[in-house]
């Protein structure tokens, strides 16, 4: 099936540092969501989108729906020890269709 | 808040055995559950989308035989996999999205560790 263009695949960085991360598709998503796994648990949702252009905060993240609905990023500021974990990006194109998600990001802190 | 509850969290089962997962939606009614499954270090495939009094839509390339799904109430689905096989062992994850209006998105449970040796 169809899968988003995740990068980067993998994030080794230093406590307080800030972390950048995108999502790219071929075709139109009319919702972008962000969200993080830990190991043996299902993702949770960090941050939701629905507006092209939109950029939404959730403390230290914050996410943007990319104009040409065909990206998003999400950024972590001040990264700390428990943002360890895999990110995934996901896309809905309309309605209640399933979403389709990126490879995830893996982002390792480094205290 | 919203939660969907998986269960068992885990399984260990022999081959050609047959293994049941639950998918219930605690305080929400859902029309749609969705599963997916997950190997290691992989990112979620959707397998098929369980839709609540009818037959469940499977994604191409799932047997449909194989992996049954069942959606009896607007709070319960459930994934047997029957026959299992080694190559059948890997982390499956439901979702459910509440039917109540709004923008409120899928919920995803814990997710269940299928072992089969």
């Known amino acids: 099936g169809q899968q988003l263009n995740q990068s980067p695949q993998s994030m080794f960085i230093q406590e307080g540092e800030d972390v950048s991360m995108n999502c790219t598709s071929s075709?139109?998503?009319?919702?972008w969501l962000w969200y993080k796994q830990d190991p043996g648990e299902g993702p949770v949702l960090l941050i939701a989108?629905?507006?092209?252009?939109e950029l939404t905060s959730n403390g230290r993240l914050t996410a943007q729906f990319g104009i040409t609905r065909k990206d998003s990023f999400l950024n972590i500021s001040a990264s700390i020890p428990s943002d360890v974990g895999i990110y995934f990006c996901?896309?809905?194109?309309?309605?209640?269709?399933?979403?389709?998600f990126g490879k995830g990001t893996r982002l390792s802190v480094i205290a | 808040g919203a939660v969907v509850s998986q269960h068992p969290s885990w399984v260990i089962c022999k081959s050609g055995t047959s293994v049941k997962i639950e998918c219930r939606s605690l305080?929400?009614?859902?029309?749609?559950m969705f599963w997916y499954r997950q190997f290691p270090k992989q990112s979620l495939m959707l397998m098929a989308t369980?839709?609540?009094?009818?037959?469940?839509?499977?994604e191409q390339g799932v047997e449909k035989d194989k992996f049954l799904i069942n959606h009896a109430s607007l709070t319960l689905s459930t994934l047997t996999v029957t026959s299992a096989h080694p190559e059948d062992s890997s982390f499956y994850i439901c979702?459910?999205?509440?039917?109540?209006?709004?923008?409120?998105?899928?919920?995803f449970g814990q997710g269940t560790r299928l072992t089969v040796v």
């Open positions: 979702s459910a999205r509440p039917e109540s209006g709004g923008s409120t998105e899928a919920f």
């Open positions: 075709s139109i998503f009319n919702t």
């Open positions: 989108l629905y507006k092209a252009g």
């Open positions: 996901a896309g809905r194109k309309t309605g209640n269709t399933p979403l389709v």
């Open positions: 305080d929400f009614q859902a029309t749609t």
């Open positions: 369980s839709n609540e009094g009818s037959k469940a839509t499977y």
